[in-house]
């Protein structure tokens, strides 16, 4: 028996010769059955096959078990000769990009960061902002509005109301986030990012202003000096109002933000007396600053969520 174990090869079979042994009417298990008419050298004979017998079986079983394991290894193995799969690797949307260098530049020259709604109620948006419902200067932006009132947020300066109604002054902050208006086409999308910059206290003026913008500008455009023009413009909740542009490339003069002397309405809103303090704020287009930096021409595949641009724009 012990030699016909050993040239088994299948479990299964293992297994039918065990129980034909060991089962309920198996040969070894009849014998001991009988065991009582035996004497006791017969006894301990039959006692010590028994064990052997055993023995024999979960050897034999375990061998094979072993065999199976490896059998199955050798067929599930992995060749780690062959070259690897080139690996797809991510990178950071351009917007994403320049949100993080600006938020440290900004950081370093003191700023904080807030935050606000992107859905806005009209006075953040506009009233506290020195724009009442018949101001004409509320055409300068298409609005989205909503059925309940509300609008989705037209320019960064709602973050201004929200920062000075919070935390009062002096304050020195900006926002960033998306604003939205109805307008389309190659440099404008109906999503669009802002950055806004607030500073208000008892000393501050347009020189510290254009000391910031200038300063801001080197550092994100990593470039040793900047050419600003300065230009009068109109906005409801700054007096006066300016607009910067920078030379770019040596010849052109692009338009980059919109900036000014906080309107002391606005103060008053905010519960600031303006005769104590002052202040002034700038507003730009986060992603057209990234257009530049990056030498991107439609503002549209920001926002398109193209897997192929972004790979070629992220970096
Ligand atoms: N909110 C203005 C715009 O969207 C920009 C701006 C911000 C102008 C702050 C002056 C001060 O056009």
């Known amino acids: 028996m012990l030699e016909q174990i050993e040239k088994i090869n299948s479990l299964d079979e293992l297994q039918a010769l065990y ?6 009417n ?12 035996l004497d006791a050298d ?15 079986f979960k050897t034999r079983q375990a061998a094979l078990e072993n065999a199976a394991l490896m059998a199955q290894l050798s067929a599930e193995s992995v060749d780690v000769t062959l070259d690897p ?50 101001h004409p200067a509320r055409d300068m932006q298409d609005t989205f509005f909503l059925e309940n009132g509300n609008i989705m ?13 919070a935390h009062g002054a002096p304050i020195k902050i900006f926002g960033i986030g998306p604003t939205y208006r109805r307008e389309m086409d190659a440099t404008h999308s109906p999503m669009f990012g802002q950055i806004e ?24 455009f990593e470039i040793d000096d900047v050419q600003l023009r300065i230009r009068p413009s109109y906005f409801p ?28 309405n606005v103060l008053r809103h905010c519960g600031i007396d303006p005769d104590v303090y002052q202040g002034y704020a700038f507003g730009f287009g986060w992603d057209r600053l990234a257009m530049l930096k990056y030498g991107l021409d439609d503002i549209r595949k920001f926002y398109d969520g193209d897997v192929r641009w972004l790979k070629n724009n992220g970096n």
């Open 153 to 165: 947020r037209t320019q960064t300066s709602a973050i201004q109301i929200r920062a000075m109604e």
């Open 42 to 56: 017969a006894r301990a004979a039959l006692n010590a096959e028994n064990a052997t017998l055993r023995d024999a």
């Open 237 to 264: 909740f700054t007096e006066p109002s300016i607009e910067i542009d920078m030379k770019w490339h040596g010849d052109k003069w692009l338009e980059i933000m919109g900036a000014g002397m906080v309107h002391p």
């Open 19 to 24: 129980t034909a042994t060991f089962g309920k």
């Open 85 to 134: 799969m080139p690996a797809a690797r991510g990178t950071l949307h351009p917007m994403t990009r320049s949100l993080a260098e600006i938020s440290t530049i900004l950081h370093s020259f003191g700023y904080t960061r807030m935050t606000g709604p992107e859905i806005e109620d009209d006075w953040h948006n506009f009233t506290a902002l020195n724009t009442p419902d018949y």
């Open 26 to 37: 198996g040969t070894m298990t009849a014998r001991l059955r009988d065991m009582k008419n």
């Open 197 to 220: 910059g607030l500073h208000v206290d008892k000393n501050v003026t347009m020189r510290d202003l254009i000391g910031d913008v200038r300063a801001f500008l080197m550092r994100f």
